[in-house]
């Protein structure tokens, strides 16, 4: 709830795989994006929320085919802590 919280528009969750790493919540991501701005706004705003942290960006790919809506895919990994 709370990563969808912070999606602007033109960004969304394709996948999220969570794993308890001692205390904390470790977040392997896979987000979707329309747009380069839309991809620096949800990285702007995952980055500024409180509830996600050490977030590293694993991959970017943009998809050969022009048919998908999507043109910047994201994988990322972050800590998610309850606040």
């Excluded at 394709?14 to 977040?27: A, M, N, R, Y």
């Excluded at 996600?52 to 048919?67: D, M, N």
Aim: glycine share 4%.
């Amino acid at each position: 709830m709370d990563m969808e919280r912070i999606l602007p528009e033109g960004a969304r969750v394709v996948s999220i795989e969570p794993k308890l790493v001692g205390d904390t919540v470790q977040l392997r991501v896979l987000v979707g994006a329309t747009t380069d701005e839309s991809k620096l706004k949800f990285l702007k705003a995952l980055e500024s929320s409180g509830e996600f942290s050490h977030i590293e960006l694993l991959s970017e790919t943009r998809p050969a085919r022009p048919e998908q809506t999507d043109r910047v895919m994201l994988e990322l990994q972050a800590q998610y802590t309850v606040i």
